[in-house]
């Protein structure tokens, strides 16, 4: 019997511009846009990890829906990351956030906000490119893990820690 394994590949810092509440849709659930902003939002390759990424991010947006239960957000993501060797990506993601107390301080804003732990993001993300330098990624499956970072001051960053799904 045989059990994917993972291997690290990619760490993210997304810096989230404030929230826009769109509010009920057709969907049901109300809907919150979190864009990302452009300045320091990337997306590198760890050390050792052979497709080398190192992009900053031109345009994403995280659209975002709380579950009836009201202990769960959905997340999905469009992205376009642009690499320094001058090749675009795709950047799509699709999570679940368990919201704790801590999680619920960071995104209502409150003063006792603090850099909450990883474990209770996580996330399924695919890439694209027609870049041939890159195109390795898009034969992948990646998953990851996030938090959020706050610093006083400093807009709220989501950082992900990514890793490829092998055999």
Known sequence: MSFPKLVPAFTT??????????????????LTIAPFTSTNSYLRSVDGYPIKVDAIFAH??????????Q???RLDVNSVLKDSSGGFIGYKY????TLTPEIGAVLTDKPEAKTTDFG???????????????KAIEEKIYVGTG??????????VVEYNISEVTA
């Open 60 to 69: 994403g947006s995280d659209f975002i829906r709380m579950d009836p239960s």
């Open 120 to 134: 209770n993001v996580v996330t399924h993300i695919l890439f694209e490119t027609g870049s041939e330098e890159l």
């Open 71 to 73: 202990k769960h957000l």
């Open 13 to 30: 810092h997304i810096v989230l511009d404030p929230a826009i509440t769109v509010g009920a849709t057709s969907k049901g659930a109300p």
């Open 147 to 156: 938090r959020f970072i706050v610093e006083k001051g400093q807009p709220v």
């Open 94 to 97: 699709s999570g679940i956030i």
